[in-house]
């Protein structure tokens, strides 16, 4: 078992916290966050001081390849164990009205929402918590019936904001505010105002916004006039076709892709699929940045897996080529090889 660290604030405990989350020793995660709260610490500042930074990490440590899938998935099972442990520590009782909180349609990134939740409930708010990757009925059916004051919708992958534009639509349709959080909104919340709707950059300044009903409510015109010339539809209608005709180019063009197994291959259609599904939810912002954002994020990632960047921008070019009638598809993929083509030149040098 993992020793925990001595108690004393959320930033000098999270070291051994996360240790304890990489060698998955769930007792020792939860006894370091209960001894804070035990100690005196605020269970919310154990929240967004402790869990939150270190499921960041986490996400890092995936990401650069230095853990794995299983270890990433361990690792986030056991900081949900460790939210529950605190909350339940805490304890409190509700005061105020009700909130639901939600991921979008698709989404499973759960526990950053699971924390605004219980920082919620923490403020006093009766929360109702739906988990990953709520269907739009059902979620307005829900918070119709617990007769709801806010939704709270977080999104963690811009790929999915056509999906959070629907939700936040029927939402507004049964009259009930909305906010929401996440990356997937930007960092700086301008796919939201682009949406229209109210945006948190944090737990704290959700708890704030659905205090404020004014607030919540006073949000920006829907800017989405460009999806009248229907490219974003075509698009994604050719989804599938893309996706075969880019690895087919693969195929042709790289030849140790022919070698693939079934994971490797299962992994690049994966892969192949973010790359339309993130050109298509640029083209449904209008934001070329989305998409420029997310080719630097996944050839990093691949890069520390072993596919070279040229891979990436291969398949870019190849799309660049099969979306020739969608001026503003091939905008943005152009944005994207030059930013492929920028980094490297720098590593040439």
């Not at 060698?23 to 005196?40: K, N, P």
């Not at 918070?143 to 507004?172: K, N």
């Not at 998409?291 to 520390?304: H, M, N, R």
Request: glycine share 8%.
């Amino acid at each position: 078992m993992t020793v925990p660290a001595a108690v004393g604030s959320p930033a000098d405990a999270c070291p051994g916290f996360l240790l304890a989350l990489e060698s998955a020793d769930e007792y020792a995660a939860i006894e370091t966050a209960l001894g804070l709260v035990d100690a005196g610490v605020p269970a919310e500042r154990v929240l967004l001081e402790l869990v939150a930074p270190a499921q960041v990490e986490v996400g890092r440590r995936w990401a650069s390849n230095e853990w794995s899938v299983a270890q990433e998935h361990a690792a986030t099972h056991i900081s949900e164990r460790v939210v529950a442990a605190v909350a339940a520590r805490a304890n409190p009782r509700p005061t105020r009205g009700r909130i639901v909180v939600a991921c979008m349609d698709g989404e499973w990134h759960a526990l950053p929402p699971r924390l605004v939740a219980e920082v919620l409930r923490l403020r006093g708010w009766q929360v109702t918590f739906l988990g990953a990757s709520v269907p739009a009925a059902h979620l307005v059916s829900h918070e119709h019936r617990l007769d709801a004051l806010a939704v709270a919708l977080a999104c963690a992958l811009p790929m999915r904001l056509p999906h959070a534009y629907r939700m936040v639509e029927a939402c507004r349709r049964s009259d009930v505010p909305v906010v929401v959080g996440g990356r997937g909104f930007g960092r700086d919340g301008r796919w939201a105002r682009r949406l229209g709707v109210a945006w948190a950059p944090d737990a704290p300044a959700a708890a704030d916004l659905v205090a404020d009903e004014r607030a919540l409510r006073r949000v920006p015109p829907v800017d989405l006039a460009h999806l009248a010339d229907d490219e974003y539809a075509s698009l994604v209608k050719r989804r599938a076709a893309l996706i075969d005709s880019a690895l087919a180019d693969l195929r042709a063009r790289v030849p140790g892709v022919r070698e693939y197994d079934a994971v490797q291959l299962d992994s690049t259609v994966s892969d192949l699929g973010h790359i339309v599904d993130f050109l298509a939810a640029a083209v449904f912002v209008d934001d070329g940045t989305l998409f420029t954002e997310f080719v630097e994020w996944l050839t990093g990632i691949l890069v520390s897996r072993g596919v070279p960047a040229a891979a990436v921008a291969r398949t870019l070019d190849h799309l660049a080529g099969e979306l020739r009638d969608f001026p503003r598809a091939v905008g943005f993929l152009a944005g994207g090889l030059a930013l492929l083509a920028q980094q490297a030149g720098a590593s040439a040098r």
